[in-house]
């Protein structure tokens, strides 16, 4: 994970940072960077905002909020290893 700053150029800081590519992405700004994202090939569910809600829906990238839920309805278990010996 490289944090870069926000604003004019980040798509040159990015493809500088990152010239094979970018895995994920994690908008903590909005204001147009999950499309940049996008733009960039990387995949919706590999796009995560926490601010940019609009364009999650718009787009069907996870949110915190997403991943809330998800965490809801599918309880952390333990397993135990060694499991029915």
Known sequence: ??????????A?????????GV???LDAFGGG???LALSMRIGPK???TIIDF???AEHGVLTVRHVCRIQRRR???SRRIGRGR
């Open 1 to 10: 994970m490289l944090p870069l700053t926000y604003g004019d150029g980040v």
């Open 12 to 20: 040159d800081r990015i493809n500088t940072a990152a010239p094979k």
């Open 23 to 25: 895995d994920a992405v």
């Open 33 to 35: 960077y999950v499309e």
């Open 46 to 48: 590999r796009i995560n």
């Open 54 to 56: 609009a364009a999650a």
């Open 75 to 77: 309880p952390f278990r």
